[in-house]
């Protein structure tokens, strides 16, 4: 009951409130950034609540609209693409927690949908189904247009699978788990901005008392900002959203891999990419901004500070819904990077996007590996006295 209840909570948040508000979002977002003011015609009675409505009449129009389909379409296959698109980002959700793990006397609550040993592989594993969908899409539709967009798409996210993979193994050495609950559970706490003079024995004076209270969250962002940036270029390029969206590059290939798609399964590849933009941020949030932690105040501070005033279950479930509010706070944050990213920078060229994974990317993740494990072993050798 408990498993089915945490699924909806995350169908709603993701479905209904974050998926369908992007469009509004991104309308608007983009409308700010080039002074102009946005999507504001659909109206109620009159009152167009800021253009909120849109949404809405996107939803309308994509259901009323025909699906048509190519005469000489593989017509199986061209309705199972859409939704081989789809799924994957959002079963992507089942393994990404939002809170904590609280205690209520002798009921414990995960919130996380499925708490598995080996979340990031299933992440990246369910990364890399939705390439089927769009390389079927191109296939199934026997469109030149549409075909290009599904041979780009291939080699695209394939290039980018191996070092997305890559770029995220300096984060598994130093949190030293491949769990995502784990992982987020591990920077809630602080770390020392001038422990590393503690490397440098001998080599330096000691410094003064107050360089031990500079203290920074001990989140993935801080620890390993390498593999932030390497990571978060990936995974947009795995999204196929600009400035890497050669595979429906509209001034080369019309829409490239789904060019001949309309009604609702045209919606479903534009709900996919929307729902994996939250995806995006959720791991990204995570992995490296700190999950659901509050800077500087532990989830055991929070709950024995307010629990010596108001008493230890008012604090534990006043302290998951601060957990909760701080995750979408950070998911939300994330979700405006990548916009702003979207309607910053142009596309890049073919040639560009594979000598930016192959040659610049690969590389640094392979760079990154060797300092991480040098930086361990060199704290270990010093912290065992050896």
Not at 164 to 186: E, K
Request: aromatic share 14%.
């Amino acid at each position: 009951m408990i498993v089915v209840a945490k699924t909806l909570f995350i169908l709603l948040a993701v479905m209904l409130f974050f998926a369908p508000l992007l469009t509004w979002i991104e309308r608007k977002q983009s409308a700010v950034m080039q002074d102009r003011i946005g999507a504001n015609r659909a109206d109620l009675f009159g009152m167009t609540f800021l253009g909120l409505l849109h949404p809405l009449a996107d939803l309308i129009k994509l259901l009323a609209k025909e699906n048509v389909v190519p005469a000489e379409a593989n017509r199986f296959l061209h309705a199972l693409a859409p939704i081989l698109s789809a799924v994957p980002a959002v079963i992507a959700f089942a393994v990404i927690p939002y809170g904590s793990s609280y205690r209520f006397g002798d009921f414990e609550i995960t919130l996380v949908a499925a708490d598995i040993d080996w979340g990031v592989l299933y992440l990246l594993a369910i990364g890399s189904l939705a390439t089927y969908g769009a390389v079927l899409a191109g296939w199934a539709s026997r469109s030149n247009w549409s075909m290009l967009g599904a041979i780009r798409t291939t080699a695209q996210m394939i290039s980018y699978e191996v070092t997305m993979g890559l770029s995220l193994v300096g984060v598994f050495m130093v949190f030293g788990s491949l769990r995502l609950t784990d992982i987020a559970a591990a920077q809630d706490t602080t770390f020392r901005l001038f422990g590393f003079l503690d490397l440098l024995p001998g080599l330096l004076p000691a410094g003064p008392g107050w360089l031990d209270g500079v203290r920074l969250p001990a989140w993935g962002l801080f620890l390993q900002p390498l593999a932030f940036v390497l990571f978060f270029t990936c995974i947009l390029a795995e999204n196929k959203r600009p400035p890497f969206d050669l595979p429906e590059a509209d001034s080369e290939l019309v829409a490239g891999y789904f060019t001949e798609y309309s009604g609702m399964r045209f919606g479903l590849f534009y709900m996919a990419e929307f729902v994996e933009v939250v995806v995006i941020a959720g791991v990204m949030t995570v992995l490296f901004l700190g999950g659901w932690s509050i800077p500087w105040l532990s989830q055991q501070t929070l709950i024995g500070g307010v629990g010596s005033l108001l008493g230890v279950g008012f604090a534990t479930a006043f302290c998951m819904l601060l957990h909760v509010a701080c995750f979408f706070a950070k998911v939300a944050f994330m979700i405006w990077l990548q916009m702003l990213i979207r309607w910053s920078f142009p596309r890049f060229r073919y040639d560009q996007l594979m000598d930016l994974c192959w040659k610049i990317i690969l590389p640094l993740s392979l760079l990154n590996v060797f300092l991480t494990a040098g930086g361990i072993l060199l704290a270990e050798r010093v912290g065992g006295g050896g």
